[in-house]
């Protein structure tokens, strides 16, 4: 816990011998312990108003910046903050209308539809395996497998292009169909651990002893009561495959099979000319529902983390 | 005299009798996971290193064994050094400040305030955006005509004129590592919020009846029990942040003059952008001895954690 959560001052919970002196020095710690106690909540209310500026700053500006003339934005003596010019609609019409974002968003979408579907088909039995079903080695394995997480695209990206190449799948969304559960199996395997093993053992003997087999206990029983952990494994996959830059930006080059990542600052910076209002509102209409869903589903990745760490 | 016991019921035959057994489930359950990395990690990796080895380029698919020509020449280029040495400081500065920030974050988001949601939605947009898109709007920031900081150096009279934020080799850098910082923090954070909430309640409420205070609380309970925590977070956000190019390919291309080029970027600036393959690969190649000892201390740190 933080300092701003003082407990009773240490004189109310000691057995004191009762009398004047001592009622007047509790009081005095008392005081005290209230002072403390709205200093540090003042304290927390800065930091926590500092943290969220410096997190958010480029996203103010850049919600600023989107809806700007360009006699206003483009005049370096304007207050950059505050609308010099009245504020206008015409470059998120442009982005809509004139650029690719709304292609790059459908494909995102479908690539990221897709790669969830891969990531559970593959992650579900897979957790499940390491989970409940006694193999041998079962830690070691669910270590490895997360640590394939840890080999970055960066390292693959080179030798993929060609496997990429071979299979004719150069320039098509589907090469990122094919590659992205590279990633998002690891995780997924690792944080569905953590769900199965939250559900209750008697659950599923229960299941079998009423004529159940193993594989329809799973199917029928065990997968729906983790089905918070389906939703976590989805909104990773579809965000991943909204993140990921390394990949798309190699194997990809048309603009119709363009992901968000790549298709907006590739697409939206021709050259030397910026659209940069456009871009702005581009990176605000994606960042916003992303971080909405993420924050729906934070607590559910903290306990996620801690079963899947801590008692894994 | 024989008392043993019937033999009990005898399992199902068919389908259900495969379908119960566990020795035969398990493996079978496993198998997609793990044919899957191998075909398109494992073999990629092998790949990769194969490729270091042979003068495979895009024009010229070809695999041809060439020793170590490409480590020679990559060892004569000085940005390769230039690179490796940027990689390692970018990792390492940004780590530091990973810790310090994404601790002091965990603490902030664990207490209870007012309009906390806004506070935790905020918090979490570097993380939970694009990397690219956040990267946009950073470009956007740090301009080097109209950067609104630029405004205010000048409108408070700091500055007389802008400070061509990506434009001076260590400015361009410090910009670059304080993106990537401003990134990982909230992710760490988050991993961090969860060791914080995994400490008993009673080793709390102890320190509360023995009149702790918050300094005290910090360094003598909630540190050491958070620290392996601590540990795979921080080495989380190192290993995404030195395997990282989009930051550096967004904010700079590398430059000016390659006073920022990491690694990932000059691999894909040689692999992709020039066409030549096999040195791309053998650029890259050199993340994995750090890969590979970020892996070990997260795994030590995990191992510690298991023992509370």
Same mark, same amino acid.
């Given at each position: 816990?933080?300092?701003?959560?003082?407990?009773?001052?240490?004189?109310?919970?000691?057995?004191?011998?009762?009398?004047?002196?001592?009622?007047?020095?509790?009081?005095? &710690?008392?005081?005290?312990?209230?002072?403390?106690?709205?200093?540090?909540?003042?304290?927390?209310?800065?930091?926590?108003?500092?943290?969220?500026?410096?997190?958010?700053?480029?996203?103010?500006?850049?919600?600023?910046?989107?809806?700007?003339?360009?006699?206003?934005?483009?005049?370096?003596?304007?207050?950059?903050?505050?609308?010099?010019?009245?504020?206008?609609?015409?470059?998120?019409?442009?982005?809509?209308?004139?650029?690719?974002?709304?292609?790059?968003?459908?494909?995102?979408?479908?690539?990221?539809?897709?790669?969830?579907?891969?990531?559970?088909?593959?992650?579900?039995?897979?957790?499940?395996?390491?989970?409940?079903?006694?193999?041998?080695?079962?830690?070691?394995?669910? #270590?490895?497998?997360?640590?394939?997480?840890?080999?970055?695209?960066? &390292?693959?990206?080179?030798?993929?292009?060609?496997?990429?190449?071979?299979?004719?799948?150069?320039?098509?969304?589907?090469?990122?169909?094919?590659?992205?559960?590279?990633?998002?199996?690891?995780?997924?395997?690792?944080?569905?651990?953590?769900?199965?093993?939250?559900?209750?053992?008697?659950?599923?003997?229960?299941?079998?002893?009423?004529?159940?087999?193993?594989?329809?206990?799973?199917?029928? #029983?065990?997968?729906?009561?983790?089905?918070?952990?389906?939703?976590?494994?989805?909104?990773?996959?579809?965000?991943?495959?909204?993140?990921?830059?390394?990949?798309?930006?190699?194997? #990809?080059?048309?603009?119709?099979?363009?992901?968000?990542?790549?298709?907006?600052?590739?697409?939206?910076?021709?050259?030397?000319?910026?659209?940069?209002?456009?871009?702005?509102?581009?990176?605000?209409?994606?960042?916003?529902?992303?971080?909405?869903?993420?924050?729906? &589903? &934070?607590?559910?990745?903290?306990?996620?983390?801690?079963?899947?760490?801590?008692?894994? | 005299?024989?008392?043993?016991?019937?033999?009990?019921?005898?399992?199902?035959?068919?389908?259900?009798?495969? *379908?119960?057994?566990? $020795?035969?489930?398990?493996?079978?359950?496993?198998?997609?996971?793990?044919?899957?990395?191998?075909?398109?990690?494992?073999?990629?990796?092998?790949?990769?290193?194969?490729?270091?080895?042979?003068?495979?380029?895009?024009?010229?698919?070809?695999?041809?064994?060439?020793?170590?020509?490409?480590?020679?020449?990559?060892?004569?280029?000085?940005?390769?050094?230039?690179?490796?040495?940027?990689?390692?400081?970018?990792?390492?500065?940004?780590?530091?400040?990973?810790?310090?920030?994404?601790?002091?974050?965990?603490?902030?988001?664990?207490?209870?305030?007012?309009?906390?949601?806004?506070?935790?939605?905020?918090?979490?947009?570097? =993380?939970?955006?694009? @990397?690219?898109?956040?990267?946009?709007?950073?470009?956007?920031?740090?301009?080097?005509?109209?950067?609104?900081?630029? =405004?205010?150096?000048?409108?408070?009279?700091?500055?007389?004129?802008?400070?061509?934020?990506?434009?001076?080799?260590?400015?361009?850098?410090?910009?670059?590592? *304080?993106?990537?910082?401003?990134?990982?923090?909230?992710?760490?954070?988050?991993?961090?919020?969860? $060791?914080?909430?995994?400490?008993?309640?009673?080793?709390?409420?102890?320190?509360?009846?023995?009149?702790?205070?918050? =300094?005290?609380?910090?360094?003598?309970?909630?540190?050491?029990?958070?620290?392996?925590?601590?540990?795979?977070?921080?080495?989380?956000? *190192?290993?995404?942040?030195?395997?990282?190019?989009?930051?550096?390919? @967004?904010?700079?291309?590398?430059?000016?003059?390659?006073?920022?080029?990491?690694?990932?970027?000059?691999?894909?600036?040689?692999?992709?952008?020039?066409?030549?393959?096999?040195?791309?690969?053998?650029?890259?190649?050199?993340?994995?001895?750090?890969?590979?000892?970020?892996?070990?201390? @997260?795994?030590?740190?995990?191992?510690?954690?298991?023992?509370?």
């Amino acid at each position: 816990m933080t300092g701003t959560r003082v407990g009773p001052p240490p004189a109310l919970a000691a057995p004191g011998q009762p009398g004047l002196a001592d009622s007047a020095h509790v009081e005095r &710690l008392r005081r005290r312990a209230t002072k403390r106690h709205r200093f540090g909540r003042g304290g927390l209310y800065l930091l926590a108003l500092a943290a969220a500026f410096v997190a958010a700053l480029p996203f103010i500006w850049g919600t600023i910046t989107a809806f700007k003339r360009d006699a206003d934005l483009y005049n370096s003596e304007n207050n950059p903050f505050v609308f010099n010019l009245d504020p206008t609609g015409e470059h998120v019409s442009f982005l809509f209308d004139e650029t690719g974002f709304l292609t790059f968003a459908a494909n995102t979408l479908w690539v990221g539809l897709l790669v969830s579907a891969i990531t559970l088909a593959v992650g579900l039995p897979a957790a499940y395996s390491l989970a409940r079903l006694n193999m041998p080695w079962a830690g070691p394995l669910g #270590i490895a497998i997360f640590f394939v997480y840890l080999v970055p695209p960066t &390292l693959l990206f080179i030798s993929l292009t060609r496997v990429v190449a071979i299979l004719g799948l150069q320039d098509s969304t589907w090469s990122l169909v094919l590659i992205y559960p590279t990633i998002t199996i690891p995780v997924s395997v690792w944080l569905l651990i953590g769900f199965f093993k939250a559900v209750p053992r008697d659950l599923e003997e229960q299941a079998m002893v009423d004529g159940y087999s193993r594989l329809a206990a799973f199917g029928r #029983i065990v997968v729906p009561l983790a089905l918070p952990g389906v939703v976590a494994v989805l909104v990773f996959a579809f965000t991943l495959t909204a993140h990921e830059f390394i990949y798309a930006l190699a194997f #990809i080059s048309p603009t119709d099979a363009k992901t968000i990542s790549i298709g907006v600052p590739t697409e939206l910076i021709r050259g030397d000319v910026f659209f940069w209002q456009s871009l702005q509102a581009a990176a605000i209409l994606v960042a916003v529902p992303i971080a909405f869903v993420f924050n729906l &589903l &934070l607590e559910r990745f903290i306990t996620g983390f801690t079963m899947g760490a801590v008692k894994g | 005299m024989n008392t043993v016991a019937e033999p009990r019921a005898t399992p199902p035959q068919g389908r259900a009798k495969l *379908a119960d057994r566990e $020795g035969v489930l398990a493996p079978l359950f496993l198998l997609p996971a793990v044919l899957y990395i191998i075909a398109l990690v494992g073999i990629p990796l092998l790949l990769a290193l194969a490729f270091a080895f042979s003068d495979v380029t895009v024009g010229d698919p070809s695999f041809d064994w060439v020793g170590f020509r490409n480590f020679d020449a990559i060892f004569d280029d000085p940005v390769f050094w230039r690179s490796l040495r940027n990689t390692v400081v970018f990792t390492v500065i940004s780590m530091a400040l990973t810790i310090v920030l994404a601790k002091a974050l965990a603490m902030i988001l664990i207490a209870d305030f007012r309009f906390k949601w806004v506070v935790r939605f905020l918090v979490l947009l570097p =993380w939970t955006t694009p @990397i690219a898109l956040a990267a946009v709007a950073w470009l956007w920031m740090l301009d080097s005509v109209y950067s609104p900081i630029d =405004w205010v150096l000048r409108s408070i009279g700091l500055s007389e004129s802008n400070v061509y934020w990506l434009g001076k080799d260590t400015l361009a850098m410090a910009s670059v590592i *304080a993106v990537h910082t401003w990134r990982i923090v909230p992710l760490a954070a988050v991993i961090i919020l969860a $060791g914080l909430i995994s400490i008993p309640n009673d080793i709390k409420d102890a320190a509360d009846i023995d009149g702790a205070g918050f =300094w005290r609380k910090l360094f003598e309970i909630t540190l050491p029990l958070t620290l392996p925590v601590i540990a795979v977070a921080t080495l989380f956000g *190192a290993v995404l942040t030195f395997t990282d190019m989009s930051v550096v390919y @967004i904010l700079t291309r590398g430059g000016p003059e390659n006073a920022t080029q990491v690694l990932p970027s000059y691999a894909f600036l040689k692999g992709i952008g020039s066409g030549d393959l096999a040195q791309g690969a053998a650029i890259a190649l050199f993340l994995f001895p750090l890969l590979l000892a970020a892996a070990v201390a @997260i795994l030590r740190s995990v191992k510690k954690m298991e023992t509370f």
